[in-house]
């Protein structure tokens, strides 16, 4: 067990002084033995950000990248820069061509940008990870989750090619857990898989262990009236003591969230610290 220490680096809200903000997200997870760096963010906050915390990333050992989309990994290339020796932990198929489709059809490139690419081949090993994964001891890597509940989907219309016709289903989505001695912390990228399969999976693979804290981002910006009420019903299962959510979310999931959460849920703005 683990006494883990988590920074928010990167955000869509700022709440220290100096600090910015922007679409993003990015975490700093020290387990006590190694210092991991969880998604970089779209590369701006987390370069001004690091700097105004006063974080050295030659601590850092490792680089997890959640998926591949730009406001996960544009901060790759800097912060593989600054480290020393580093690991990335990806998903193979992080690395592959992803697009949005506009409101005038034509597509637009949202995947990891070439020079972040470039710089992982070049500065960094690159790990890959299809099954769970243990990167230091206490702290592990989903891999590809299941999928296993009729209400969730990717939370947005993805595709692999330019002209939006072949749908990409995000296979490298993955979410990283910390057992500690008061029950597992699950951190999130985008939960494109899903927050109740993620949270299914884990479940499983810690051996039901209680989920004391979620942190991350949930997709359920688009999420209907009947997906958000089953999310609710699932989390009240789970019965996890503290809500973190952030980024993608949305905001009209997050107000339901602390209203039906209101003692369990927290803001999550760059610079927060969480202790465990």
Known sequence: ???????????????????????????????????????TGQGLALRYNVDQLRIDLKTVDAVVLSHGHYDHTGGLAFALNRMNSPRVYAHPQAFNPKYARNPDGTGREIGIAARDKITAGELAKVVSVENKTEISPGFYLTGPIPRTTDFEDTG?????????????????????????????VVILGCAHSGVINTLRYIHSLTGSRPIHTVIGGMHLLNASQTRMDQTIAELRRFNIRQLFPCHCTGFAATVRLWKEFPEKCNPCPAGTVLMF
Do not use: W, Y
């Open 1 to 39: 067990m683990t006494d883990p220490c988590i920074t928010v680096l990167v955000e869509n809200t700022a709440g220290g002084r100096g600090l910015i903000a922007e679409h993003g997200l990015s975490f700093l997870i020290d387990t006590g033995r190694n210092k991991i760096l969880f998604d």
């Open 156 to 184: 947005g219309a993805f595709f692999k090619d330019p002209e939006c016709r072949i749908p990409d289903d995000l296979p490298d989505d993955q979410a990283a857990f910390i057992e500690t001695k008061d029950g597992t």
